[in-house]
């Protein structure tokens, strides 16, 4: 396992930093990836990321290698970020079994697409909330390893 995270995980990022991608940039970018690649909406992190980076010129690379690696962390945060949107909309807990999903299927397809865009919404905003201060400490947290990282790199090469 720590050998397939670093080649695919650390390895990529030394070379965006030997290929003169600045640490704060590569912070920013990898921090956003991160944070974007759990949001609770299946399916729009790549091209939210490909859209941020292209917008804010970050590193295309970088951002979205961050949010592919958070592919698994997504699924095991749909159910927090469904229980935290539920608490701060005040709503009703959605009962979550497979009776329950046999009986909103039961209810008609209208039914139950109304019930899991309503999840889905909840879920998105407790995102919304946890996303700026997961993505700040997040970032606060890897610019000085990155620089670090840098630095150790123009060591190793002489200048």
Not at 113 to 141: C, H, K, M, N, R
């Amino acid at each position: 396992m720590r050998q397939l995270i670093r080649e695919r995980c650390v390895e990529p990022l030394r070379r965006l930093l030997r290929q003169g991608v600045s640490a704060e940039e590569l912070a920013l970018s990898v921090a956003l990836g991160l944070v974007i690649g759990n949001i609770p909406v299946l399916g729009v992190s790549t091209a939210l990321c490909a859209a941020i980076a292209v917008r804010f010129r970050l590193n295309l690379a970088a951002i979205q290698l961050a949010q592919a690696a958070m592919a698994p962390t997504q699924w095991l945060l749909l159910l927090p970020f469904l229980r935290l949107g539920e608490w701060l909309t005040r709503s009703p807990r959605v009962p979550l079994s497979v009776r329950s999903g046999h009986a909103l299927l039961a209810a008609g397809a209208g039914h139950a697409t109304a019930a899991l865009g309503l999840a889905t919404l909840q879920a998105a905003l407790a995102w919304l909330v946890v996303a700026p201060v997961a993505a700040f400490a997040l970032y606060t947290v890897l610019r000085p390893v990155f620089a670090r990282a840098n630095a150790a790199r123009r060591r190793e090469r002489g200048g």
